[in-house]
Every structure is written in structure tokens, then in C-alpha cells.
């Protein structure tokens, strides 16, 4: 579903990724965890082309990102090309951003209806499903400062799901929650999982990595430091590096 191949990207003078390969086959659930700046949000910014990317190159469901092949000639893409191409992959991020003024309903229908064109009564009939999934049915009338955070990341990725993706990234979805809501949206990703829904997530919550992923990647500034399965990852990594960053997050 993904295949990056020598990814870089700079901020100024600060080189963010560098050299980063690596391949996610479809149905994989693949977590990232590193310390903070060490590029895994980056990474999946590159990925949706929220940035570009200054070398390299990522291919999305066998499309590359950001280009179009004209027999040997390349050619960068327009912005409604790059739309388009986005559309592959739905994003959740650390804080909900659901438009204040639209119930929940209302959120989860607005990409399918605006951007896709679907009927509102069809788009509408697929968000009360997706509501029932995600555990919220009785809130489809509520607006954002009348449900949790929790509620609130639930509904976000129901929101993302209703544009019918082919892949997942989620970035720290549970960062800004307090400690009690975790679980809730956690419940919500482990049954996605178990769907066969292609899933790239950026996360702190090593439990979960290890419940979920079928691969932990530990990331450190910029670099991919080790991969491979939970177990050898989380429990007895090769890298020092790894062994000391789960350390710090379990002391």
C-alpha cells in the first residue's frame, strides 16, 4: 500500500527524515513510536502530502505522491491533482478539528457530500453506520463542545472513514486526551484492525502497539533505528537506542 524509498525532508536547517525506506503491505497495522522530533509525524505528513518531500520518493496504492509519469518524463502534479491523489489515505490527527458549527452528523457527512459528490441522503445513511461503529449513535445531533475529547476523536475518525480510504494514518490520536478517554478511542482502533483496513499509526501507547501492530517501527531523529514485530521490538530490542527510549517510557 506504501513504499518510501530515501525520503527527505528539511525545515530550514533542520533535516527532519532522512533517508527513510521502508514498505507497508496492505492490511498491515504499522505503529511508530520514537521520541518527540524524531520525524514520525512528519513522516505521515509526507505520506498524505500535507508536505512535500525534498528528495526521494512515496508511492500510495501504487501511485506516486505528488508526480504523474509521462512515458520517461516526470511531471509534479497541480493541487487538485494532489487532492485527488490524497484522497487515498483518510488522516487523524492529535487535536479533533471538527467544524464547531456542524453536529456530528453533520461533520461526517461534509467530505463525502462536498467533495465527493454523494447524495446527502446516501452519505447520510453511511454516517449513521459509522456512528453505530464507532459506539456514538445517540450523539448524531450533538455539536463538538457538547461531547468528550474522546467522543469528539471518535467522531473524527469516523469523519475520516466516511471518505472510504484505502489506508489510515492516525498521529498520536490519544495524545491530547486525558488518561480516562484512551481507552475508548483505542477500542475504536482495535476493531478497525481487525477489519483488514491498511493502518499507519503514530503512537505512544506502547500496549497498544504491541496488542495490534503486526510491525513497531522506533524512529530517531529522522532515521528508522530498527523494525520489525512487537515482540522483538518492545520486549527485547537490538539497538540500544530502542532499549533506552522504551525505558524512559515505561519508568
Known amino acids: 500500500m506504501v513504499v518510501a524509498v530515501d525520503v527527505h525532508k528539511h525545515f530550514g536547517p533542520l533535516h527532519a527524515l532522512q533517508g527513510v525506506s521502508l ?11 520514537g521520541p518527540s522530533g524524531s520525524g514520525k509525524s512528519t513522516f505521515l505528513r509526507c505520506i498524505n502530502q500535507l508536505e512535500r518531500i525534498d528528495a526521494g520518493a512515496i508511492w500510495v496504492d501504487g501511485e506516486l505522491a505528488g508526480f504523474r509519469r509521462d512515458g520517461d518524463a ?30 456530528a452528523l453533520e461533520n461526517i457527512i461534509e467530505g463525502p457530500v462536498t467533495v465527493q459528490k454523494r447524495a446527502k441522503k446516501e452519505a447520510s445513511a453511511e454516517a449513521l453506520a459509522l456512528l453505530e461503529r464507532v459506539g456514538l449513535a445517540d450523539k448524531r445531533n450533538a455539536y463538538p463542545s457538547e461531547l468528550s475529547g474522546g467522543q469528539q476523536q471518535r ?6 472513514l466516511a471518505m472510504k480510504p484505502k489506508l489510515m494514518l492516525f498521529d498520536e ?7 480516562e478517554l484512551v481507552g475508548e478511542v483505542l477500542a475504536v482502533m482495535r476493531h478497525l484492525a481487525t477489519t483488514g483496513m491498511t493502518m499507519i499509526v503514530v503512537t505512544h501507547e506502547l500496549g497498544f502497539a504491541r496488542e495490534v501492530a503486526n510491525r513497531v517501527v522506533f524512529m530517531d531523529r529522522g532515521r528508522i533505528v530498527e523494525v520489525g514485530p512487537p515482540r522483538e521490538v518492545l520486549v527485547d530490542p537490538r539497538e540500544q537506542r530502542t532499549r533506552d527510549f522504551i525505558a524512559a517510557v515505561l519508568s
Do not use: K, W
Open 173 to 179: 490520536p490519544t495524545s491530547a486526551l486525558d488518561p
Open 23 to 33: 514498505e507497508i503491505p496492505r492490511g498491515e497495522v504499522l505503529c511508530i513510536i
Open 155 to 160: 467522531i473524527a475518525i469516523a469523519r475520516a
Open 74 to 103: 516526470l511531471y509534479e502534479l497541480t493541487d487538485a491533482e494532489v487532492a485527488r491523489q490524497r484522497l487515498a489515505s483518510g488522516m487523524v490527527f492529535q487535536r479533533f478539528n471538527l467544524f464547531a458549527h456542524m453536529t
